[in-house]
């Protein structure tokens, strides 16, 4: 990813689109590992392709919506790990309405230092990791009145 090229107005219309289209999420690795995904979200394949060659980074796989007659198929744009902390980390200046989950995500990564990835993660940090997924998680519910 290259940091220095990256216009503020462009990365500021893709914090707007991803307020509205995409996802902060902490998720099992298997085996208790967790690590962070940012995934964006859309039905034209253009849009999700423009944000992939903004940062030079990303995953693109195409989901069907099955059972859906007349869906048109939606386009997923991934960043998982270290890449998913940059995005975000770029982006955050520009969130508003993910950027409570941003800072979250950001703290969560914050874990993985040398000393804490791998075997022999010390339990005091796997603790600290799942209260932040437990905490980014309780902010995605809808409110009950």
């Known amino acids: ?80 790990g270290k890449r998913a902390e940059e995005v975000l980390r770029l982006l955050y200046p520009y969130l508003r309405i993910k950027k409570g989950k941003a800072e979250i995500a950001l703290r969560f990564r914050e874990t993985f230092t040398r000393r804490h990835c791998g075997a022999g993660l010390p339990e005091s940090v796997q603790r600290d990791r799942e209260a932040l997924r437990a905490e980014i998680s309780e902010r995605h519910r809808p409110t009950t009145a």
């Open 1 to 80: 990813m290259t940091l220095s090229i990256l216009d503020p107005v462009g990365l500021a219309y893709i914090a707007g689109f991803f307020d509205g289209e995409g996802s902060i999420v902490i998720t099992s690795r298997g085996h208790g590992r967790l690590d962070l995904d940012v995934v964006v979200v859309n039905t034209d394949r253009d849009v999700v392709e423009m944000i992939r060659a903004t940062f030079g980074t990303g995953n693109i796989y195409r989901r069907s919506r099955a059972g859906s007659l007349g869906k048109k198929p939606a386009f997923v744009l991934q960043w998982a």
